[in-house]
């Protein structure tokens, strides 16, 4: 949950709340919600036509460039009536270099439709911004539109702020070679009416768009304005009527205001690709019914952390299209993670912490976000065995040790180079400043600084480096004896400092992960070291937690980075020990699953996941995928089938089976997230890098949309719709390694239960 970039940027609010009427309508209602929202468009803006009011002088450059400044050494010259500049090459980041006009008046809650026309040499990008022109520089409006021959652009957008010291701005910085760039006819107008973002969600039969397993539940959504039941075809590949049977009606679905139906097809069980679901006159994206896929994408969704290293060169022959020269190694421009120093005051050492994953779509490496991914990459290996024989084509395939180990340790060696000589371990590693987008990490020319230590910090390397002890012990005894060592090291440490809390306030150049309970990562190390010790120690401080006995599976929560106790019980529950009322412990998680499983049967697009008031989490897909991992456990507990159709139910969701009616799988899926928020999978803003690695997990639909562009679009949105598969929507479409990890468990479990 990297909740990043807030220093930066403020909310853009009130934008018109008409997305989930319209969203929710069914596509038979499509022409007629399209009318009336035009004709309420056409009818705002004759009422507000008159009240609009250009902010920007002279945005045609007639006879002069003033009052717009451009940054020094890059002069402005009129071709044609247009302003242009020789963008040199060698910058870093997009605002090194700019075009811009201040002293733009901006009044909180008014919208306002900012347009240009621009040119560039093919390929590049500009930044065109508005904002403040004094620090701290926040950004109310982005856009970063490819450039080519003369074209017009032209974006909405409500200002949350009022203030006189406004500026519109095209960035261009950022390319290593210099390219010629013009722009004319700036505008920026009050008083206009508000854009409606309307997303295509295409037939409004929803499936699982990859696979359903042969042997498991297979059930769809259709959005319908049909109260009754409705007849449903299942079709082969060549259109032939496979199955059929009614639809049961279902009502309004909370999460979506879409009034829906489910279909129910479980009883075919023939595998075969390209089937598709027709009903109301609706026809689904085809779909598959196999194993292989989920095969497929357990291997994929772990590939993804290889093209996410840090400090070892990325080898196209590995990652075709991904190839990169190591990042953060020392080498010019950066700064490199050889011999980083400390935040001013915060100590008197310097630590060598190369390699590791970068954490998400920046170029920060964060302990507490890594504990709980390699915990969960562990856990996979140690509870679903056929793992262990998947290549992951990396460096080291081909070796003793499964690959996935191999992977896991790249992260590891990174989490045991953070820890201070006190035994404590710093929070985190990244730059002293934010930088844009798009910028390789070989390329990040930014001073690097650990932060302070943290207790939540020292605690996730006690318990991961307490599992990894027993993983690795088969393979690397030297290794697991010397993570043992710094796990009871830093879990005394913890002991002894147990209130050393990340501040919320350490945002700058990367997320703060602040978090002031540590109640549950002490549960978790103590489980941890216990399972591996057996110590009576750990075992009466796992007894002794507040959480032993407590729910710590709440509903609609699930668990992540900042809520650690479900890793500590799920591993007691699963894994040989002896604590003393084990079967308490397991009951718990059962008992949890079976929760899960009551809200999945009354959702329904068969989501196991219902936040407070319907306010869906920031990654929001990796939390229901993470119950799913408990449903899972209940079942490896109890072999009860409903605990094993539960699980393979919630897939559906994510891989198209929603309101969007999109697969929030990079490449799996007829339509699937491309758009990632990320530096160097970021092809959207320049041509020349690519999409993120096929099996990539797109966050999800986030309430609170704390981004400016998905307020611009999605500001009134119901639950699932608040989502939108472009690179500038941080809040709900980043990638992260945590995230993607519990893809890569979840996809073990479907192909263990398959």
Same mark, same amino acid.
């Given at each position: 949950?990297?909740?990043?970039?807030?220093?930066?940027?403020?909310?853009?609010?009130?934008?018109?709340?008409?997305?989930?009427?319209?969203?929710?309508?069914?596509?038979?209602?499509?022409?007629?919600?399209?009318?009336?929202?035009?004709?309420?468009?056409?009818?705002?803006?004759?009422?507000?036509?008159?009240?609009?009011?250009?902010?920007?002088?002279?945005?045609?450059?007639?006879?002069?460039?003033?009052?717009?400044?451009?940054?020094?050494?890059?002069?402005?010259?009129?071709?044609?009536?247009?302003?242009?500049?020789?963008?040199?090459?060698?910058?870093?980041?997009?605002?090194?270099?700019?075009?811009?006009?201040?002293?733009?008046?901006?009044?909180?809650?008014?919208?306002?439709?900012?347009?240009?026309?621009?040119?560039?040499?093919?390929?590049?990008?500009?930044?065109?911004?508005?904002?403040?022109?004094?620090?701290?520089?926040?950004?109310?409006?982005?856009?970063?539109?490819?450039?080519?021959?003369?074209?017009?652009?032209?974006?909405?957008?409500?200002?949350?702020?009022?203030?006189?010291?406004?500026?519109?701005?095209?960035?261009?910085?950022?390319?290593?070679?210099?390219?010629?760039?013009?722009?004319?006819?700036?505008?920026?107008?009050?008083?206009?009416?508000?854009?409606?973002?309307?997303?295509?969600?295409?037939?409004?039969?929803?499936?699982?768009?990859?696979?359903?397993?042969?042997?498991?539940?297979?059930?769809?959504?259709?959005?319908?304005?049909?109260?009754?039941?409705?007849?449903?075809?299942?079709?082969?590949?060549?259109?032939?009527?496979?199955?059929?049977?009614?639809?049961?009606?279902?009502?309004?679905?909370?999460?979506?205001?879409?009034?829906?139906?489910?279909?129910?097809?479980?009883?075919?069980?023939?595998?075969?690709?390209?089937?598709?679901?027709?009903?109301?006159?609706?026809?689904?994206?085809?779909?598959?019914?196999?194993?292989?896929?989920?095969?497929?994408?357990?291997?994929?969704?772990?590939?993804?952390?290889?093209?996410?290293?840090?400090?070892?060169?990325?080898?196209?022959?590995?990652?075709?299209?991904?190839?990169?020269?190591?990042?953060?190694?020392?080498?010019?421009?950066?700064?490199?993670?050889?011999?980083?120093?400390?935040?001013?005051?915060?100590?008197?050492?310097?630590?060598?912490?190369?390699?590791?994953?970068?954490?998400?779509?920046?170029?920060?490496?964060?302990?507490?976000?890594?504990?709980?991914?390699?915990?969960?990459?562990?856990?996979?290996?140690?509870?679903?065995?056929?793992?262990?024989?998947?290549?992951? !084509?990396?460096?080291?395939?081909?070796?003793?040790?499964?690959?996935?180990?191999?992977?896991?340790?790249?992260?590891?060696?990174?989490?045991?180079?953070?820890?201070?000589?006190?035994?404590?371990?710093?929070?985190?590693?990244?730059?002293?400043?934010?930088?844009?987008?798009?910028?390789?990490?070989?390329?990040?020319?930014?001073?690097?600084?650990?932060?302070?230590?943290? !207790?939540?910090?020292?605690?996730?390397?006690?318990?991961?480096?307490?599992?990894?002890?027993?993983?690795?012990?088969?393979?690397?005894?030297? %290794?697991?004896?010397?993570?043992?060592?710094?796990?009871?090291?830093?879990?005394?440490?913890?002991?002894?400092?147990?209130?050393?809390?990340?501040?919320?306030?350490?945002?700058?150049?990367?997320?703060?992960?602040?978090?002031?309970?540590?109640?549950?990562?002490?549960?978790?190390?103590?489980?941890?070291?216990?399972?591996?010790?057996?110590?009576?120690?750990?075992?009466?401080?796992?007894?002794?937690?507040?959480?032993?006995?407590?729910?710590? %599976?709440?509903?609609?929560?699930? %668990?992540?980075?900042?809520?650690?106790?479900?890793?500590?019980?799920?591993?007691?529950?699963?894994?040989?020990?002896?604590?003393?009322?084990?079967?308490?412990?397991?009951?718990?998680?059962?008992?949890?699953?079976?929760?899960?499983?009551?809200?999945?049967?009354?959702?329904?697009?068969?989501?196991?996941?219902?936040?407070?008031?319907?306010?869906?989490?920031?990654?929001?897909?990796?939390?229901?995928?993470?119950?799913?991992?408990?449903?899972?456990?209940?079942?490896?507990?109890?072999?009860?089938?409903? %605990?094993?159709?539960?699980?393979?139910?919630?897939?559906?969701?994510?891989?198209?089976?929603?309101?969007?009616?999109?697969?929030?799988?990079?490449?799996?899926?007829?339509?699937?997230?491309?758009?990632?928020?990320?530096?160097?999978?970021?092809?959207?803003?320049?041509?020349?890098?690519?999409?993120?690695?096929?099996? !990539?997990?797109?966050?999800?639909?986030?309430?609170?949309?704390?981004?400016?562009?998905?307020?611009?679009?999605?500001?009134?949105?119901?639950?699932?719709?608040?989502?939108?598969?472009?690179?500038?929507?941080?809040?709900?479409?980043?990638?992260?390694?945590?995230?993607?990890?519990?893809?890569?468990?979840?996809?073990?479990?479907?192909?263990?239960?398959?």
């Amino acid at each position: 949950m990297p909740l990043w970039e807030r220093s930066r940027i403020i909310t853009v609010a009130g934008v018109a709340a008409l997305l989930s009427a319209v969203a929710a309508a069914p596509a038979s209602s499509a022409s007629a919600s399209s009318a009336s929202a035009s004709s309420a468009s056409a009818s705002s803006a004759s009422a507000s036509l008159a009240d609009e009011v250009e902010q920007v002088t002279n945005g045609g450059f007639d006879g002069t460039t003033d009052p717009f400044w451009s940054t020094a050494g890059m002069p402005m010259t009129l071709t044609d009536g247009r302003a242009c500049v020789d963008v040199p090459g060698g910058t870093t980041n997009r605002w090194d270099v700019a075009i811009g006009q201040n002293d733009i008046d901006l009044v909180a809650g008014e919208s306002y439709r900012f347009s240009f026309d621009a040119s560039g040499d093919p390929g590049h990008v500009v930044r065109a911004i508005t904002g403040l022109a004094v620090s701290p520089y926040d950004t109310y409006f982005e856009q970063s539109p490819t450039l080519g021959d003369l074209q017009h652009y032209s974006y909405t957008f409500t200002a949350s702020t009022s203030t006189a010291a406004g500026q519109v701005a095209f960035q261009v910085g950022g390319s290593p070679d210099p390219w010629h760039f013009c722009v004319d006819n700036v505008s920026l107008v009050g008083g206009v009416p508000p854009e409606v973002y309307v997303p295509d969600t295409g037939p409004r039969v929803r499936v699982n768009q990859v696979a359903y397993v042969p042997n498991g539940p297979k059930v769809a959504t259709l959005v319908t304005s049909s109260t009754t039941r409705l007849p449903w075809q299942l079709l082969s590949r060549t259109g032939k009527t496979v199955a059929h049977g009614f639809s049961t009606p279902r009502g309004v679905d909370v999460s979506s205001a879409q009034n829906v139906q489910t279909i129910d097809f479980s009883g075919y069980r023939v595998a075969g690709t390209g089937f598709t679901l027709r009903a109301d006159g609706e026809t689904s994206r085809p779909f598959d019914i196999g194993v292989t896929a989920y095969q497929k994408l357990r291997s994929d969704s772990l590939k993804f952390y290889y093209t996410q290293r840090s400090g070892i060169e990325i080898l196209n022959s590995l990652r075709p299209g991904y190839a990169r020269p190591a990042g953060h190694v020392d080498v010019a421009p950066n700064q490199g993670d050889g011999n980083v120093p400390c935040q001013p005051g915060v100590c008197d050492y310097r630590l060598d912490v190369r390699g590791g994953w970068y954490d998400a779509g920046d170029h920060g490496k964060y302990v507490v976000n890594g504990g709980i991914s390699t915990w969960e990459l562990l856990s996979e290996y140690e509870q679903s065995p056929g793992v262990r024989k998947v290549s992951l !084509t990396i460096p080291t395939s081909g070796d003793r040790v499964p690959d996935i180990l191999d992977e896991a340790r790249w992260e590891l060696d990174f989490l045991l180079s953070m820890q201070a000589p006190s035994g404590l371990v710093h929070h985190k590693i990244h730059d002293a400043a934010w930088t844009g987008l798009p910028l390789l990490p070989h390329l990040d020319p930014q001073p690097r600084e650990l932060h302070p230590v943290s !207790t939540a910090a020292t605690l996730n390397l006690a318990a991961v480096a307490a599992q990894a002890a027993r993983v690795y012990k088969a393979y690397d005894p030297a %290794f697991a004896a010397r993570a043992l060592r710094a796990a009871k090291t830093a879990y005394d440490a913890a002991l002894a400092h147990p209130a050393l809390y990340a501040p919320e306030s350490d945002g700058i150049g990367g997320g703060a992960y602040n978090d002031a309970n540590v109640t549950d990562e002490f549960y978790w190390a103590a489980a941890e070291l216990f399972i591996t010790t057996g110590a009576s120690r750990y075992a009466r401080d796992v007894i002794a937690s507040p959480l032993h006995k407590a729910d710590v %599976f709440a509903p609609g929560v699930g %668990f992540d980075w900042a809520a650690t106790a479900a890793a500590g019980r799920l591993d007691l529950a699963l894994l040989p020990n002896k604590l003393p009322g084990l079967a308490s412990v397991k009951k718990s998680v059962v008992d949890a699953a079976s929760r899960y499983l009551a809200i999945q049967r009354a959702h329904p697009y068969g989501v196991a996941y219902a936040p407070a008031n319907n306010m869906w989490d920031w990654g929001s897909n990796s939390i229901l995928l993470n119950n799913l991992v408990v449903v899972g456990a209940g079942y490896r507990l109890t072999g009860d089938r409903r %605990f094993r159709d539960g699980l393979l139910t919630g897939v559906d969701y994510v891989l198209g089976r929603n309101a969007l009616n999109m697969s929030y799988v990079t490449g799996y899926g007829t339509v699937s997230s491309q758009n990632q928020h990320s530096r160097w999978y970021a092809h959207q803003l320049d041509p020349a890098l690519p999409n993120p690695p096929v099996g !990539t997990l797109a966050g999800g639909p986030n309430s609170s949309i704390q981004d400016p562009y998905a307020q611009s679009k999605l500001t009134g949105c119901v639950a699932q719709f608040c989502y939108i598969d472009d690179i500038q929507s941080w809040s709900t479409n980043e990638e992260t390694i945590n995230w993607n990890a519990a893809l890569a468990r979840v996809s073990a479990y479907v192909v263990d239960l398959a």
